[in-house]
């Protein structure tokens, strides 16, 4: 399944499936990316992070891919598993702060 | 593995009232910040801070709020006087370096409702 970033905000995919979370951020001058995972009453939680001078990272079953040409992140998570139920959201950093975008609603279906 | 730790998870307050948030960032990190995030709406900056001063902060923070390390280890927000709409889930971050160097580490945040 693939997700839209902000016009989609949830995204539903089938255990065992990999899902595709995307993000358009803002700011052309940002050159540091964290993919953050929340789970209903919890903070963010840290999974992968990315610098403006990679386009892929990969991580234990993520991969974050970043296209600056056209400011576009996007998370992949392989064989998606029900713990992975939760909402996604990434982050660009620009100097002294973080800004999060509007994140996406993973559901995972058993 | 060292963990930020907010307290209280929740607090209810009425309209006009001070609260003060409170937060042990992770012992070695540097750099603290607080965010918010009201029900169902992506999470917001409000503040960043290092070497007992504030670094940046968004239009949100205003002279309603402040924030201070009174101590070691805390790292405090307080509203002067809540209104309605600070109603939100704030969660308090640090990092070992600056943001642009070092990932943020999130405690379970403080629901603060007022009524």
């Known amino acids: 399944g693939e997700s839209v970033g902000l016009h989609l905000p949830t995204l539903s995919v089938q255990e065992g499936d990999n899902s595709i979370i995307n993000c358009a951020y803002s700011?052309?001058?940002?050159?540091?990316f964290i993919w953050y995972k929340q789970e209903s009453g919890k903070g963010p939680q840290f999974i992968i992070d990315i610098r403006s001078n990679m386009d892929k990272r990969q991580g234990q079953r993520v991969t974050v891919l970043l296209n600056k040409t056209v400011k576009h992140l996007s998370l992949q998570i392989a064989a998606t598993q029900p713990g992975d139920s939760a909402v996604y959201f990434c982050?660009?950093?620009?100097?002294?702060?973080?800004?999060f975008g509007a994140g996406t609603r993973l559901t995972v279906k058993p | 593995e060292p963990e930020v730790t907010q307290t209280p998870s929740h607090q209810v307050t009425q309209m006009g009232q001070e609260v003060i948030l409170r937060c042990v960032p992770i012992s070695n990190h540097l750099y603290f910040y607080w965010y918010r995030q009201i029900l169902g709406q992506k999470v917001e900056f409000l503040v960043s801070f290092y070497n007992n001063e504030i670094s940046e902060k968004s239009e949100i923070f205003d002279d309603q709020f402040s924030v201070e390390r009174p101590d070691g280890s805390n790292f405090t927000l307080k509203i002067r006087s809540t209104k309605l709409e600070d109603s939100a889930m704030y969660f308090c971050?640090?990092?070992?370096?600056?943001?642009?160097?070092?990932?943020?580490?999130f405690g379970n945040g403080t629901r603060l409702t007022v009524t």
């Open positions: 971050a640090s990092s070992e370096f600056r943001a642009r160097d070092s990932p943020l580490h």
């Open positions: 700011n052309s001058a940002s050159d540091y």
């Open positions: 982050a660009e950093i620009l100097s002294h702060d973080m800004r």
